[in-house]
Each structure stands twice: as structure tokens, then as C-alpha cells.
């Protein structure tokens, strides 16, 4: 199969680096010291979304929003802790090889995530691959959230070109209802969630990493070889 496209966008965590249960630690290890303690299977299962909406919908009027904002920080910071002591490990394989593949083409490419800014920029430095993006959309820049496309956007007109000719590469399902909303061919890195919980959207490819992923010129731009 393949995939013609101008440019490429990519989502950050979960799809570049394997990190959600970094995130799962670090939110026990912050509930534990505000007086909750949580297993990581129910953490997994019940700890989603806006950390300050987590942490309302926790500790109700507990704490007062600056008070919120700061306990959001520390987990964020606990995150970064955490994920630093083996961040090697947790890069989802073959991710390096094919952004280099890309640049390499000089294939445009940008990142859209959800995440903070200090997440988004510890991650792609410790990956080294900042210099190799032509743009960086982090969830302080955009004012609709995921499954909104509006963070793709930003990425595709940065990049000067159509966000419907780019390829979008996605872990969770609120990503690829993003992506179908940009009406944007989109594969899945399954290290996330499974194949069957994409059941309702279109999705091109179904990868448990960027291994065997080609990429090659073609008369119209770009190809991806599946």
C-alpha cells in the first residue's frame, strides 16, 4: 500500500515515545502524597484529561485553582523525573531512523501534541530531533483541543502546505478522530490502544512501531510504502 502526502505530522506521546505509564507513575506518586492511594491499574483506568480538571473532579473545592495549578506542575515535573532515569527504553522503535529517513528526503514534518510545552520540548530534545521538525504545536498554542484538528493545522500551515496532503501519525483514538476530521490519512501506533477501539474511524495502518515504514519521492511529492 502507499500513501502519497506533501508532508508528515506527528503526535508526541504515545506515538515517538512509549510514556503513558510514565504518566501513570507520576500521578501516583502525587496522589500518594496528597492522600489518595492508587494502583496504576486504576490510575490507568480512571486518571484522564486536563490535569486541573482531574484534580477538581478528585479533591472537588479542596483546593483553590492556584493551589491546582501548582499540584498539576509538580506531577508534570514528576513525569520529567521519572521518565529521564530511562528514557532510552521507552522511544517506540524505529522512531529515529525514520524521521532521519524523512529529513534525509527533505520531507516537511512537524509535531502537533497535547501535552505542555516543558513535556513537549523535554521529549524532542532528548530525542534530538528538533532541529529536524519544521514546526512544534504544543497545547498551549491552540485553543481547540484534540479531537478538533486545530493543533494538525498549525503544523500543516506552518509547514505551508494542505493539511489534507499530510499523513498524520497517531496512538490514541481521540488523535485519529482528529485526523479524520482533517481528512487526513492516518496510522496508528499501537502502543496505546488496540486495533478493535479504532473500529468506528478510517484508519490507513495499524504499526506497533516505525520498523519496515519506507519513504520515497514520487512526481507529486512524496510517497509512504506500508
Given at each position: 500500500m502507499t500513501i502519497n502526502c506533501q508532508a508528515l505530522l506527528f503526535d508526541l506521546d504515545g506515538t515517538l515515545v512509549d510514556n503513558m505509564m510514565v504518566h501513570h507513575r507520576a500521578w501516583q506518586r502525587k496522589l500518594a502524597e496528597l492522600g489518595l492511594e492508587y494502583s496504576l491499574e486504576r490510575v490507568k483506568e480512571e486518571i484522564h484529561g486536563v490535569n486541573l480538571e482531574i484534580l477538581e473532579r478528585l479533591f472537588g473545592d479542596r483546593f483553590?485553582?492556584?493551589?491546582?495549578?501548582?499540584?498539576?506542575?509538580?506531577?508534570?515535573?514528576?513525569?520529567?523525573?521519572?521518565?529521564?532515569?530511562?528514557?532510552?527504553?521507552?522511544?517506540?522503535?524505529?522512531?529515529?531512523?525514520?524521521?532521519?529517513?524523512?529529513?534525509?528526503?527533505?520531507?516537511?514534518?512537524?509535531?502537533?501534541?497535547?501535552?505542555p510545552e516543558e513535556n513537549a520540548f523535554f521529549v524532542i530534545d532528548k530525542l534530538g530531533i528538533r532541529e529536524l521538525m519544521g514546526h512544534i504545536v504544543h497545547s498551549g498554542m491552540v485553543t481547540q483541543g484534540k479531537p478538533h484538528p486545530e493543533v494538525f493545522q498549525q503544523g500543516a500551515d506552518a509547514l505551508g502546505v494542505d493539511l489534507k496532503d499530510c499523513i498524520i501519525f497517531e496512538d490514541s483514538v481521540t488523535g485519529a478522530k482528529a485526523a479524520n476530521n482533517a481528512g487526513c490519512p492516518v496510522v496508528i501506533l499501537t502502543t496505546t490502544h488496540t486495533e478493535p477501539e479504532f473500529s468506528e474511524l478510517e484508519v490507513a495502518d495499524f504499526r506497533g512501531n516505525f520498523r519496515g515504514l519506507t519513504l520515497e519521492r514520487s512526481a507529486s511529492g512524496f510517497s509512504l510504502l506500508l
Open positions: 483553590t485553582h492556584e493551589e491546582r495549578t501548582q499540584i498539576a506542575w509538580d506531577k508534570e515535573a514528576a513525569y520529567r523525573e521519572i521518565f529521564a532515569a530511562d528514557f532510552a527504553a521507552n522511544i517506540v522503535p524505529g522512531t529515529l531512523d525514520f524521521i532521519r529517513q524523512a529529513h534525509a528526503l527533505g520531507i516537511p514534518m512537524a509535531i502537533g501534541t497535547a501535552g
